[in-house]
């Protein structure tokens, strides 16, 4: 069963933008895909309830309750969808069960201090300190290269932390939410780059750079 996490202490960054949208995507694909939602706030569970019942089925734990607790044995892929300001024992406690962790920025300044600060912290927990499991970000709501987002490129080269997308704004990502729906479930002609903004962090989940070694 694989693990992926979507984090970020940043409030609005994208997590539950890209935690339903990747669950759209494998359950797409024909994987058993479970969104456990850690987030009270429930944004996850949410976009699930408002999701057509001809779509591939989504099974939707209310993680923020009793974690994993209830998790369908069948399932292939569980995406995490985490709550803003995670720090400390907390952030701890929600590594525990993830292999990959995606962490979404937005090109802001605020944004990217706030993350830069986030990542040093997620580096010293003892899970990530000990490759069990592994980080990705990804830039959300990318508009142009900005001086901050150039300092954010080489502290990731400095930090070893894969840029793994670059997603751009756009409209699709409300318009698929509201309708329970991720942006690969769009029209092609709608929605075809971002089809291809995605594609960079999907290989990357689909190979071995993305799992823990040990
Ligand atoms: N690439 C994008 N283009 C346009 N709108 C976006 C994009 N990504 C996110 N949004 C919008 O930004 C808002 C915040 O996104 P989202 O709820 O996914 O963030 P979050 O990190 O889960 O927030 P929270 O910290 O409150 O859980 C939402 O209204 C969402 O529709
Ligand atoms: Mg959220």
Redesign the pocket.
């Known amino acids: 069963m694989r693990h992926i996490m979507v984090m ?1 202490a ?9 935690a339903t949208n990747l669950a759209a995507y494998y359950a797409t694909e024909g994987a058993n895909v479970t969104l456990a939602d850690y ?1 009270p ?1 429930g ?1 996850s569970l949410d976009w699930l309830s408002m999701r057509p019942e001809n779509r591939p089925k989504i099974h939707g734990l209310p993680a923020f309750e009793h974690g994993l607790r209830g998790l369908p044995r069948t399932t292939d892929i569980v995406i995490m ?1 985490a ?2 300001r995670s720090h400390g024992t907390e952030l701890t406690s929600l590594l525990r069960h993830a292999e990959t962790v995606l962490i ?1 920025v937005l090109a802001s300044t605020i944004d990217i201090h706030a993350s830069k600060r986030f990542i040093k912290e997620l580096r010293a927990t003892s899970r990530v300190a000990g490759h069990q499991a592994r980080l990705g970000l990804v830039g ?2 990318v508009k142009e290269n900005t001086l901050a987002w150039d300092d954010l490129r080489e502290f990731l080269e400095r930090e070893r932390v894969p840029y793994v997308a670059a ?5 699709n ?2 318009r698929a ?1 509201t309708r329970g729906l991720g942006v690969f479930e769009l029209p092609p002609y709608i929605a075809y780059r971002d089809w291809e903004h995605w594609e960079p962090m999907l290989q990357w989940l689909d190979s071995v750079r993305s799992r823990p070694t040990a």
């Open positions: 970020n940043k409030g609005g960054c994208g997590k539950s933008t890209i987030d706030q944004s969808d709550p803003a979404p959300n709501r997603l751009r704004e756009a409209q990502y409300v939410y």
